[in-house]
Nanobody, 114 residues
Framework: VQLVESGGGLVQAGGSLRLSCATS????????MAWYRQAPGKQRELVAV???????NYADSVKGRFTISRDNAENTVYLQMDSLKPEDTAVYYC?????????WGQGTQVTVSS
């Protein structure tokens, strides 16, 4: 199973970015897909998660600004990030949770300038 993230970059505060995470390999059933982020000197933290049934959950710091979605047919997860703030600057990782294993993407850098 491989995860490939894209969509990161440099944006000014108040701007938007859309991250994508495409999966490949033998995937029969995905329980959940999620986005995490890790800022320099900080621990990796959960940003948003979406279950196979479509339920979502967000970190308080991004509620109302970020939206997670998924394409079940393509096993792809997205993170729409609006009203970005400098404190959103981090490496963003996607995670796919299967029945007996989980996988991480390689990460994509998001930098928000003030």
């Amino acid at each position: 199973v491989q995860l490939v993230e894209s969509g990161g970059g440099l944006v000014q505060a108040g701007g938007s970015l859309r991250l994508s995470c495409a999966t490949s390999g033998s995937i029969f059933s995905i329980n959940a897909m999620a986005w995490y982020r890790q800022a320099p000197g900080k621990q990796r933290e959960l940003v948003a998660v979406i279950t196979s049934g479509g339920s979502t959950n967000y970190a308080d710091s991004v509620k109302g600004r970020f939206t997670i979605s998924r394409d079940n047919a393509e096993n792809t997860v997205y993170l729409q990030m609006d009203s970005l703030k400098p404190e959103d600057t981090a490496v963003y990782y996607c995670k796919v949770v299967l029945a007996l294993a989980y996988y991480w993407g390689q990460g994509t850098q998001v930098t928000v300038s003030s």
